[in-house]
């Protein structure tokens, strides 16, 4: 005797139902939260106080690094990338480039890096100037900056 698919299923959340498997009412598919181990909905990974919890830290990792960048970045460098002349001199350099990369001239340039760092005087009453500046990739951009290499136990680049 076989009995149909739909009586199977029936049967079947029923079972898991009672032994309080991974299935929840009719057909809501359960797995365990990455971090606690609580059962929650399927397409969900975390449970609601874990997304809260990391919510929170994520909050406060993020206020952590932006009070770190605002104490090392000048408030009238920051200001002067906002600017409308220089969204204009960024663009208009990129275009020049063909949006590549002008350093390695393999990859698309996102970024333009002025080649008088504007914190200095002489950058600073330069940073207009279309001649300075060049269309680079984040690669090339991190090289000319020396982000993200050897770094002194002060936490300075070499």
Known sequence: MS???GKFLKY?????RLKGRFFSGVGMILKLCSKCGK???YPKTL???CQEKQGADFKKGKAKADKRYSQTTDRKLGAFYHTREWKVISATRMQMAGYMCEY???V???EVHHETPIDTPQGWETRFDISRVRATCIRCHNIQ???FGAR???GRNL
């Open 145 to 147: 900056h020396k982000r």
């Open 108 to 110: 698309l340039a996102i």
């Open 12 to 16: 079947f959340f029923s079972v898991c």
């Open 152 to 154: 002194r136990p002060d």
């Open 47 to 49: 449970c609601d106080e």
């Open 39 to 41: 059962k929650i909905e």
């Open 3 to 5: 009995i149909g698919f």
């Open 104 to 106: 390695c001239g393999k």
